[in-house]
């Protein structure tokens, strides 16, 4: 099961969100309305995957993103936002965001999308610690040859 936490200032889009996701029955998902409560959820639970809103009260999204990044830069995270201006899109993969999701068009076909970018980060994620895993084990070997 994929734990999910899932940001959002709109209490609508938070139960439809649940309920699209947790449907599929590969999903868990949490859900809260402000960000500074997402830090919190995020310190006492680990999640495979955020996602978040741009338009939020007291803290935007990409302030969120920097926040959670410098917490935690191997979290994927995901900005789904119905604000869909370009310079948002831009300045949240700029700021570690692993896709960027437009609100709108067909609920089915919005959620889907976000479902498999949510696998795809993970995925992603995982490779790259494995990648990890391997380089530091190639050095470690090379540095115990050269000792």
Do not use: C
Request: net charge negative; hydrophobic share 40%.
């Amino acid at each position: 099961m994929i734990s999910v936490l899932f940001v959002h200032n709109a209490p609508v889009i938070l139960e439809i969100s649940k309920i699209f996701l947790e449907r599929t029955g590969e999903f868990e998902v949490d859900t809260t309305r402000l960000a500074i409560d997402a830090l919190e959820q995020l310190k006492a639970r680990a999640y495979d995957a955020v996602v978040s809103d741009y338009d939020m009260p007291v803290m935007n999204g990409i302030e969120f993103l920097k926040t959670v990044r410098s917490n935690d830069p191997d979290i994927p995270f995901i900005m789904f936002s119905g604000l869909g201006e370009v310079g948002i899109a831009a300045d949240a993969l700029k700021n570690g965001a692993d896709f960027y999701i437009s609100k709108g068009g067909s609920p089915k076909i919005m959620y889907m999308d976000l479902m498999e970018k949510i696998k795809t980060a993970l995925k992603q994620r995982e490779k790259e610690g494995r990648g990890e895993w391997l380089q530091n084990s190639v050095n470690h070997q090379a540095l115990t040859k050269q000792g």
